[in-house]
Each structure stands twice: as C-alpha cells, then as structure tokens.
C-alpha cells in the first residue's frame, strides 16, 4: 500500500485509547499532522486505585466504568465523525459500541489492539468494528484479523543524527517492573559486569507497590539496587539513547507480539537485544543487529557488542514511523 494515497485531510476523528505514558498525545497530534480534526477521550485511568477499587469492590468499579462511558456517550451524542479510532479498548463492551455506533451512524469504526489476547479480550467486539488490527501475530492468526506491529515516533528517529562516538553505553533498558523483568535485568547485569560491558538499566516501580511487595517479600532489600521510584521524562530516555549502542527489550511473557520499546530502538538505528523470538520473522530482522536473548538463560554474546564495523541499516523502518503507521490504520 502507498500510504501517500490515504488522505484525513479535513476528516472527523473521535479518538478512544490508554493514556500511556505521552503515546496518546503522540498520536494525536499525528492525526492532526495528517490533516484530521480530533476528539480525545481517556478509554479509562488504570490507576493503583481504580485497580484496588476492581479486587475488592467490582460492582463499584464497574459503575464508575459506566459513568465513564456514559460521559462519553452524552459528549458525542449530536456530533458527527467520520470516524471512531479505538486503541485497546479495555472498557469498551458491546453496549458501549453499539451505542457509539447508533450516536455515529455515519461513522467508519476502527480499532488498534497493542495488547495480546490474554490481556484484554476484544474477540466479542471485532464484528463492531469496520477495521480491526493487532500488534501480535499469533492473536491476528488465530483471529483471522490483519496483524500490524507497533511504531515509533518522530524523536527516536531524530536521533540518527545526534550520536558520536565514543558511546558512554553498551546497552540500556528502561521499563516498568512487571512479571520477571527484575530477574532478567539482574542476569543481564551480571553478565556485562562479568565481561566488563556498560548496562544503563531504569527499571520503574511506584512506590506503594515497592513498599507492598518488600512487606509480602516479594521483594527483597538487595534487589533495591535495580529499582527506581523516578520515571523518566521522555527527554531523559532519549538522554540515554543517545549515549547508547543497543537497547534492551523484555516483553511481557505472556504476549508475542513486538513493544514499542522495538521500534523505538529500530527508529533510532540501535542495536536491539530481545527476549522475543518473534523479532525472527519479521523483515527488518538482521542477526548483526538484532540479538535474541533466552530471558531464563542469559547469554549476550560479547562479540555482538565489541564488533564496531559499521552494520547496513534497517529494511524498509520508514515503514514503521507513526504517520505511515497511521495511514495503514486508516487505510
């Protein structure tokens, strides 16, 4: 497809997602870059609260949900859009959907999922919409829906020109702490100080639940050394980028789809060094660039790090920046 052809030039977008991190923000000021006039909602916060609220009250959890999507419901009721943009769509059910649908009768219904099945089921709501996508492959498979991976934005691929040598990093990782990302930043810490390797890691827990797992030992006061309660600006992170010759990707271990923190550093012209195997199939994959790492048994294989030739670039990453990304959405 020649995503120069899709043109949102004067369309009416009501845009629904996460607001993660500053993602949100990026796409939509990328929809309005390509022309389109938007509406944001917040498809809703996942915060600690809402989470605590869910274990031990569902039923008051589920009414503020409710409240939500109706607040929603009456702010479009007499508009007119030309299209519903869903990304992930955690609280969006059915009713919800038909709803919007029969507010916007008018309206092209797409959605983006960058959440794996296991995480979000949305198998009930893809007959709802004209367009559905996901990040992960075996779920597009098994679904019989188009799979599309992630993106990266403009200020990762910026950064081809702001690096030199000498670089202060060999690798870094930046993430949020869940499922076994701890034990596999500590393996790889140990493994570049074994072999003199410079490993720059941030990896983010809030601080209540820091506190709640050192009480339940969960976590120990050792492991302290690998946390932070900071989270980075996106200025610090590409601070760090930009002093580094690969990232780290540890996805979830229950998904197979490909993170963001991929195309970030695929967008930057990084070396990448991953737990998902899947990177394999894709086919910007080069194993001089792209190392595959098994998450229980870390080896890096330090010659992947000393080797300073220069390596060819990317196939075709323009493909994967966030207006052509969008572009396909909409296509």
């Known amino acids: 497809m020649d995503e120069s052809n899709v043109n949102l030039a004067g369309k009416r977008i009501l845009y629904i997602g996460p607001e993660f991190y500053n993602y949100h923000v990026s796409v939509n000021e990328a929809l309005v870059r390509l022309g389109a006039t938007t509406r944001f909602y917040s498809e ?9 609220l869910a274990k031990l009250c569902r039923p008051l959890a589920a009414k503020l949900v409710r409240q939500h999507l109706d607040m929603i419901l009456r702010g479009e009721s007499s508009s007119n859009y030309d299209a519903v943009f869903v990304i992930r769509g955690g609280f969006c059910d059915s009713e919800f ?6 507010c916007l009768p008018d309206a092209r219904f797409y959605m983006y999922q960058w959440d794996s099945l296991k995480q979000n089921d949305y198998s009930n709501l893809i007959a709802m919409f004209d367009k559905v996508m996901t990040f992960d492959s075996l779920d597009a498979a098994k679904l019989n829906i188009p799979y599309e991976p992630l993106f990266y934005t403009s200020e990762y691929s910026n950064l081809l020109n702001e ?87 540890i996805e979830l271990n229950i998904q197979s789809g490909l993170s963001i923190r991929t195309f970030e550093a695929l967008g930057a012209d990084l070396n990448l060094v991953t737990t998902n195997k899947h990177v394999m199939s894709e086919p910007f994959y080069d194993p001089k660039r792209i190392l595959v790492i098994d998450r229980d048994k870390v080896d890096l294989n ?30």
């Open 163 to 249: 690096r030199s040598e000498p670089l202060k990093y060999d690798l870094a990782f930046v993430g949020a702490y869940h499922s076994d990302r701890l034990e596999v930043v500590k393996k790889v810490a140990a493994f570049c100080d074994r072999e003199g390797l410079a490993f720059r890691f941030h990896l983010f827990i809030k601080r209540l639940p820091l506190m709640r797992m050192l009480l339940t030992g969960r976590l120990k006061v050792a492991d302290l050394r690998y946390l932070s309660t900071k989270s980075l600006s996106l200025p610090e992170v590409l601070d760090i980028y930009r002093e580094s010759r690969a990232v780290l990707d």
């Open 97 to 102: 959907v038909q709803k919007l649908k029969s």
């Open 302 to 331: 330090v010659a992947f790090f000393t080797d300073k030739t220069v390596k060819k670039p990317y196939n075709d990453i323009d493909r994967y920046s966030l207006d052509k990304w969008l572009c396909r959405i909409f296509e």
């Open 44 to 52: 809703m916060e996942y915060s600690l609260l809402f989470r605590l």
